[in-house]
């Protein structure tokens, strides 16, 4: 099936640090959305993207849809605490189930304070 | 408050054992889905149900089913649960209007060990 390539899989930073994860596919998408898991809880969505070469922020995070719309990057600035947890990207599979979301591995974030 | 609601949040039990996992949504979506969660695999969808009596497979069905008899809740069955189930379960929804919008609901999940 079709995958999403999620980098890195995890980060050790120290509060205060910028992060930048990205996500990558083979096939074009139409829609790209980072979500964000706190440890225990299920996963929230933070950020969608619907336009290629559109450019999103929400507070410190900022997203952007590639242009060649296989690809996506997730920005935070000045990391916190509670930034702490796992982050996936995700596309809509339109070639199967009106709102199938095909999901990343994650990138598992731990921020130090 | 608005939510998904699954039970149980945590089990252990044994192969063969038949078990159900409850989600329940407040919201009134028409959709709601299952995932599993698999530690280097994310999340992987197992059934979805675009309303009531319509249901599909995903993309790892093998040993599920589900029932959608009313709006609200979407049950998970293993008939004869095996080892390779044992995972981490999200229950998921969306109301019709945002299905394409992408933006999932997801309960709090439920922590499965088959012994």
């Known amino acids: 099936g079709q995958q999403l390539n999620q980098s890195p899989q995890s980060m050790f930073i120290q509060e205060g640090e910028d992060v930048s994860m990205n996500c990558t596919s083979s096939?074009?998408?139409?829609?790209w959305l980072w979500y964000k898991q706190d440890p225990g809880e299920g996963p929230v969505l933070l950020i969608a993207?619907?336009?290629?070469?559109e450019l999103t922020s929400n507070g410190r995070l900022t997203a952007q849809f590639g242009i060649t719309r296989k690809d996506s990057f997730l920005n935070i600035s000045a990391s916190i605490p509670s930034d702490v947890g796992i982050y996936f990207c995700?596309?809509?599979?339109?070639?199967?189930?009106?709102?199938?979301?095909?999901f990343g591995k994650g990138t598992k974030l731990s921020v130090k304070p | 408050e608005a939510q998904v609601t699954q039970n149980p949040r945590y089990l252990i039990t044994v192969t063969g054992k038949k078990l159900t996992v409850t989600c329940s949504q407040n919201?009134?979506?028409?959709?709601m889905s299952w995932y599993r969660q698999d530690p280097g695999l994310g999340l992987r969808q197992i059934y979805y149900?675009?309303?009531?009596?319509?249901?599909d497979k995903g993309d790892v069905p093998e040993g599920y089913k589900v029932s959608r008899k009313e709006k609200r809740n979407f049950p998970l069955i293993l008939e004869s649960p095996s080892p390779n189930q044992t995972s981490l379960y999200f229950c998921?929804?969306?109301?019709?209007?945002?299905?394409?919008?992408?933006?999932?609901?997801f309960g709090e999940g439920s922590r499965l060990t088959v012994l």
């Open positions: 998921a929804s969306s109301p019709r209007e945002r299905t394409n919008t992408g933006e999932l609901f």
């Open positions: 149900s675009m309303n009531v009596e319509v249901t």
């Open positions: 919201m009134n979506h028409e959709y």
């Open positions: 993207l619907y336009k290629a070469g």
């Open positions: 995700a596309v809509q599979n339109y070639g199967g189930s009106q709102g199938n979301l095909i």
């Open positions: 096939s074009i998408f139409n829609t």
